[in-house]
């Protein structure tokens, strides 16, 4: 089985742009988290979705925002990009959204804002 | 709130000595813990996980931790390492119940000398 996927690898962009970074769960899952990792930290959280509905979000702005779609795949979207949004953004999947549940991590998107 | 100390950024070990990698937790009650494994580029792989029971958990690749609930600590060991364990290491922290975030320590870079 496909692991957790996410679009696109890397990419560009300049202040003050807007971003989407897509993710594609593991066949079965439920649960989409977004976590963000900044070069040399730990990842942090962003948001988690589960059927479709918002269940938790980290301390970010509303620049940040996110969706998941009926087929559990989910949208990342970042408005007025600054400098500081530089980091590689991952998701994560789970079965379901409860605590124990294993989140599998996908590669991440690379994000870098000039 | 909770939140997990890793209080050594960076160890250097030679191939086929012992590991041991330091994590400290702060949660008001018995949390989930996990062990990540991150190759430079590539996305988190989960190593081992605590929830109840044995206080010594075994993982993936040779792995174990230890949870001590009066010390707070969830230490990372392998009795010998190998070349291909120098990563980043990061501990997280996961509540008991509801679906929350989890929350992860900055990170430990693991290098290996022959």
């Known amino acids: 089985d496909a692991g957790v996927t996410q679009s696109p690898t890397h990419l560009i962009k300049t202040r003050g742009q807007q971003v989407t970074l897509r993710c594609s769960p593991i066949s079965g899952h439920k649960s989409v988290s977004w976590y963000q990792q900044v070069l040399g930290q730990g990842p942090q959280f962003i948001f988690q979705?589960?059927?479709?509905?918002?269940?938790g979000r980290g301390n970010f702005p509303d620049r940040f925002s996110a969706r998941q779609f009926p087929n559990y795949s989910s949208e990342l979207n970042v408005n007025a990009l600054l400098l500081g949004d530089s980091a590689l953004y991952l998701c994560?999947?789970?079965?379901?959204?409860?605590?124990?549940?294993?989140?599998?991590f996908g590669p991440g998107t690379r994000l870098t804002v000039t | 709130a909770q939140s997990v100390t890793q209080p050594d950024i960076h160890i250097t070990v030679s191939e086929g000595a012992s590991l041991e990698l330091r994590c400290n937790y702060s949660?008001?009650?018995?949390?989930?813990l996990f062990w990540y494994v991150q190759s430079p580029g590539q996305g988190l792989q989960l190593l081992l996980k605590?929830?109840?029971?044995?206080?010594l958990v075994q993982g993936i690749k040779g792995f174990e931790a230890e949870f001590k609930r009066s010390q707070s600590s969830f230490n990372l060991r392998k009795p010998s390492v190998h070349w291909s364990d120098a990563a980043e290491y990061f501990c997280a922290v996961g509540p008991l119940f509801g679906n929350e975030k989890l929350t992860f320590g900055t990170g430990t870079r693991l290098t290996i000398i022959p």
């Open positions: 979705y589960y059927e479709k509905e918002e269940r």
């Open positions: 949660y008001g009650a018995t949390p989930y």
């Open positions: 994560a999947s789970s079965l379901d959204a409860g605590g124990r549940d294993e989140q599998y």
């Open positions: 605590y929830f109840s029971g044995d206080t």
